[in-house]
């Protein structure tokens, strides 16, 4: 294996099994995610108000 391929396989980000909870409302469930070198990712976050009382 070349040092170039060994390198573009160096994992940068893992996520593994992530959950998130808005009160009673699982909005992301199970999330898996590999990022290696030399990919490109996005994400993109959007804040919802959430009513409190």
């Known amino acids: ?5 060994k390198q573009e396989d160096q994992l940068m980000v893992q ?23 030399g990919e490109k990712s996005l994400s993109v976050a959007l804040q919802v108000p959430v009513n409190q009382p």
Not at 21 to 35: A, E, Q
């Open 1 to 5: 294996m070349s040092e170039v391929n």
């Open 15 to 37: 996520i593994r099994n992530m959950n998130k909870w808005y009160g009673d409302f699982h909005v992301l469930k199970n999330i898996n995610l590999d990022v290696r070198r």
